[in-house]
């Protein structure tokens, strides 16, 4: 499975945008890159999917690059409620598993 | 909105017991999946469910057994709990296995074993 690399921490402040990146230089051209996150004391929750053209959903945008070897997940303003650990996953139609790595924790200050 | 719901949000059990996690979910999903969460370690896959009675093992599935006997729910069986087995465990459905497929996860279950 292609593997994904991520800082490990990441600090913005309250309002501003946030760009979380990350690394998959292994990534094949069926792979689909999705962005999962978890809140303290709760399970993660999905925040979005793409392939090859940058996404838009209610909670983020998803800009891949052209090459797909790395992408960056956007929070346009963030709140103290998006101070989570952001997991980048490589996914392919053939895998039901999620790989996960040790994710990106994001700290929001006021 | 999918509700994936696990029994007890924290469990405190003795060397040896046998410990059942149970794990339900409310919008028809095939695939069930339970992981352990470790510091350091992160999500790691121990068994998942594609199916009514039908299971597969994951990453590290020494020491667990699981049962489905009903679609929407999918246990997870320490037969003989040990400290070891000490850490945080989610569920998770989805509804099918498809790239573009979403997880769902429960709010987790930290069980320590004394």
């Known amino acids: 499975d292609a593997k994904t690399t991520q800082p490990n921490s990441m600090e913005s402040n309250e309002e501003e945008p946030v760009h979380l990146p990350c690394n998959h230089s292994?990534?094949?051209?069926?792979?689909?890159i999705h962005w999962y996150r978890q809140l303290p004391s709760q399970g993660p929750e999905y925040v979005i999917h793409?392939?090859?053209?940058?996404v838009n959903n209610r909670m983020a945008s998803l800009a891949i690059a052209e090459d797909r070897k790395s992408s960056t997940l956007i929070l346009h303003r963030a709140t103290l409620r998006d101070a989570a650990v952001y997991y980048c996953i490589l996914r392919d139609h053939s895998n039901y598993q999620l790989i996960w790595g040790a994710g990106t924790k994001l700290i929001i200050k006021p | 909105d999918v509700k994936v719901t696990q029994s007890s949000r924290y469990l405190v059990k003795r060397t040896g017991e046998k410990v059942f996690l149970e794990c339900v979910q409310d919008m028809d999903h095939e695939n069930m999946f339970w992981y352990r969460q470790d510091p350091g370690l992160g999500l790691r896959l121990i068994y998942f469910?594609?199916?009514?009675?039908?299971?597969e093992k994951g990453d590290i599935p020494e020491g667990y057994s699981v049962s489905r006997e009903k679609k929407e729910r999918f246990s997870l069986i320490l037969e003989s709990a040990s400290t070891n087995q000490t850490s945080m465990y989610l569920c998770?459905?989805?509804?099918?296995?498809?790239?573009?497929?979403?997880?769902?996860f429960g709010p987790g279950t930290r069980l320590t074993v004394l």
């Open positions: 998770a459905s989805s509804l099918s296995q498809g790239s573009t497929d979403t997880q769902y």
């Open positions: 469910s594609y199916d009514v009675k039908m299971k």
């Open positions: 793409g392939l090859t053209s940058n």
């Open positions: 292994t990534i094949s051209g069926t792979d689909y």
